[in-house]
C-alpha cells in the first residue's frame, strides 16, 4: 500500500485546484441511523472513530452559535414547525407550519413578520472550531434560500409564486440571501483564508428534468448565489455547489456563475452519465459523490459496491478532480458492508 504524503486539507485542494493528490480523497454524508449503524457494524465508539478508520477525508464544518431570541416550542427561528416522522427505516423532522403561508402580498410580510438577522448569533467561537482541526478541509457559510422559501410558504405555493407572485419570491429571496451574505462573511471575518469551501446550494433537478424552467433558475436564483459565490472567492474560498437530480441542462450556467464543485452526481439521473459530464466538464469542475444510494448502496451487494467504485475513480476521477462520497446522504437501509465496503475500495484503489 503506498504512503500517505497529504493531509485531507492539501488532499481536498489539490482535487479542487486540478492538481494530482496522492490518493482520492473521499467524503461522507449520512443519517444519524445510518451512522450508528456503521458504529456497531465495525464495533467503534463513535462516527468520528469509524471515519477515521476508513481513511475518510470530513471536512470540518464552522459557524455561529445561536444567541437571539427563542423560538416558540417545536418551532425554528423563522418560525416555521415541524413534526418527526417515521418513515420505519429512519425519521425525519418535516414542516408542518408554514409562516407565510397565509400572507398575499410584500406589504403584508413587511407589515407582520420579523426576519432572522445575523446579530442573532456569536461568531466569536468560530476560531475555537477549526482549533486542532487545522488539518482538515474547513466548510463554513453558504446559502440554500429557495429551500427555506418552500418551509415558509408551503413547497406546492413557493413554486406556484415563481409564475404567480414573483414580486414576493424575489422579496423573500433577497431577505434570505441577505442574511446569508452577512453570516458567511462573519465566519471568514473569523478565520481569514481558513475556509475551504463555502455551500451554495438549491435542489434544481428532479429524477427526469429540472425542478425549475431554465429563465426561472436565471432570474431567481443565478444572480444572487453568484453573489455569494464572489463573496467565497474574494475570501479565498471554493464554491461547493449541491444540486440533487437531472441538472445536465444548467450546468454551463453554473459554472459560469462560480460553482468549484458539483455535488452529488446522481447518474443514474436523465442525463447525469458520468463520461459526458467527465468530458464536457471536468476540466473546469470538480466532482464530488457519484456513488448511487437509491439502489447500489441501499440495494446493491458488496461486489456491486465495489465495482462501482472502480468505475467511478476510472470515469470520473481520471486526471484527479474527484472526491469520492455518496450520490447524497446514506440512509439506515444501506447495510453498513456495502458502506465499508465503498471506502475500503476507494482507498485500495485510488491511489493517483
Known sequence: MPRETMTPRERWLAVIRHEKPDRIPMDYWGTEEAGRKLVAHMGVDSLGEALDRLHVDTPVSVGGRYIGPPPEPGADI????????????????ECVH?????????????????????????????????????????RGGGSEPFLRYCSLRGQEQAYMDLALNPQMVHYCLDKLFDLCYEDTRRIYEQIPGQVTMSYVAEDLGSQESLLFSPAQIREFLLPRMKRMMDLAHEAGAYVFHHTDGAVRPIIPDLIQTGIDI??????????????????DFGDQIAFHGGV?????????????????????????????????????????????????????????????
Open 262 to 279: 458539483l455535488n452529488p452526481i446522481q447518474w443514474r439521473c436523465a442525463g447525469m452519465e458520468r463520461e459526458g459530464l467527465k468530458q
Open 78 to 93: 423563522f418560525g416555521c414547525r415541524y413534526r418527526t416522522v417515521d418513515y420505519g427505516t429512519g425519521a425525519y423532522s
Open 98 to 138: 408554514h409562516p407565510l403561508a397565509a400572507f398575499e402580498d410584500v406589504e403584508q410580510i413587511e407589515a407582520q413578520y420579523t426576519w432572522p438577522k445575523a446579530d442573532w448569533w456569536d461568531y466569536s467561537e468560530v476560531s475555537g472550531q477549526v482549533k486542532g482541526q487545522e488539518h482538515r478541509p474547513i
Open 292 to 352: 448511487d444510494n437509491q439502489y447500489t448502496l441501499a440495494f446493491g451487494s458488496v461486489e456491486e459496491v465495489k465495482q462501482e467504485v472502480v468505475d467511478n475513480l476510472r470515469i470520473l476521477g481520471e486526471g484527479g478532480g474527484y472526491i469520492l462520497a455518496p450520490c447524497h446522504n446514506i440512509q439506515a437501509v444501506s447495510p453498513p458492508q456495502n458502506v465499508v465496503a465503498m471506502y475500503e475500495t476507494a482507498y485500495a484503489e485510488g491511489w493517483l
